[in-house]
């Protein structure tokens, strides 16, 4: 990518964030909490992903994000449980490393 075009896109981003700011601002005077403005502004984000990422990659693009956000959601979960003990770790942990294995072989399938 060239500087102009760089240059191009990084304006295009600012005046989009602009946007987004003052359709954020009027949502929330209008709207009984600021909740509902993160809610639609998030809807409208997780939109405009898996539009773009149909587009780009199909279905085996949803398989790869479905098996990282797992992967995720389950180290987390992980990360959070204090007071369980390692016995009652162990299936969790091991579906773990199953997804892990599981994203692994998609990502080797498709480079």
Do not use: Y
């Amino acid at each position: 990518m060239n500087q102009s075009l760089t240059l191009i896109f990084l304006i295009a981003a600012g005046v989009g964030l602009v946007v987004q700011n003052s359709i954020m601002v009027r949502i929330t005077q209008t709207s009984s909490t600021i909740l509902i403005a993160m809610l639609l502004n998030s809807l409208v984000g997780i939109v405009l992903f898996v539009t773009i990422l149909w587009f780009k990659q199909g279905a085996t693009g949803f398989g790869e994000l479905v098996a990282s956000q797992l992967i995720g959601g389950l180290a987390l979960d992980i990360a959070r449980s204090h007071g369980v003990t390692l016995r009652a770790m162990v299936g969790p942990a091991f579906g773990a490393l199953l997804l892990v294995i599981g994203a692994w072989l998609i990502a080797k399938r498709q480079f």
